[in-house]
């Protein structure tokens, strides 16, 4: 079951979510602002964020580049209702995943939430790749040298 962060400060699109994500299959972590979001992010295995724009003290957008501190393969959903294209550029430019406009279309943000746990599986597969490659870049020397010292002993 992937865990969703849900940060968003008006409770009733909170719940709404919540409840949405849980019939989708998913574990919703709720947040009712920036801070507390950054704290879950910490505290729990995230596969993906959903946050609002405009919250108090503590906005989507810094969220998003805290979180992308943390974690720069992180996947953030941005969501408003206030669009603008410099809002949707700025995000877009400091990683966030994709950009949806309240009232959000629920088919909508679940294919954007199925696409977003793609490209995160696709990103730790290619991590676990690149582990596996360097294990085999370092480890043929080893051998080589392995196989030279059984050599002259044979």
Same mark, same amino acid.
């Given at each position: @079951?992937?865990?969703?962060?849900? &940060?968003?400060?008006? *409770?009733?699109?909170?719940? +709404?979510?919540?409840?949405?994500? =849980?019939?989708?299959?998913?574990?919703?972590? &709720?947040?009712?602002?920036?801070? /507390?979001?950054?704290? /879950?992010?910490?505290?729990?295995?995230?596969?993906? &964020?959903? =946050?609002?724009? /405009?919250? *108090?003290?503590?906005?989507?957008?810094?969220?998003?580049?805290?979180?992308?501190? +943390?974690?720069?393969?992180?996947? &953030?959903? @941005? $969501? =408003?209702?206030?669009?603008?294209?410099?809002?949707?550029?700025?995000?877009?430019?400091?990683?966030?995943?994709?950009?949806? $406009?309240?009232?959000?279309?629920?088919?909508?943000?679940?294919?954007? +939430?199925?696409?977003?746990?793609?490209?995160?599986? !696709?990103? /730790? =597969?290619?991590? !676990? #790749?690149?582990? $596996?490659?360097?294990?085999?870049? $370092?480890?043929? *020397?080893? #051998?080589?040298?392995?196989?030279?010292?059984?050599?002259?002993?044979?």
């Amino acid at each position: @079951m992937n865990n969703i962060l849900l &940060v968003e400060d008006e *409770p009733d699109i909170l719940n +709404i979510f919540s409840e949405q994500l =849980t019939r989708w299959g998913y574990n919703p972590i &709720v947040a009712d602002n920036g801070e /507390k979001g950054i704290a /879950k992010y910490q505290e729990s295995p995230i596969d993906l &964020v959903i =946050t609002d724009i /405009k919250m *108090p003290s503590l906005d989507g957008t810094t969220l998003l580049k805290r979180i992308k501190e +943390i974690d720069r393969d992180a996947v &953030v959903i @941005m $969501v =408003t209702g206030y669009p603008s294209i410099d809002s949707a550029v700025l995000c877009m430019k400091d990683g966030a995943f994709d950009y949806l $406009v309240k009232p959000i279309n629920i088919d909508e943000l679940k294919i954007k +939430i199925e696409k977003g746990l793609e490209k995160k599986q !696709l990103l /730790k =597969t290619i991590s !676990l #790749w690149k582990g $596996v490659n360097w294990s085999l870049i $370092v480890s043929i *020397p080893i #051998w080589l040298i392995l196989g030279i010292i059984l050599a002259k002993i044979l």
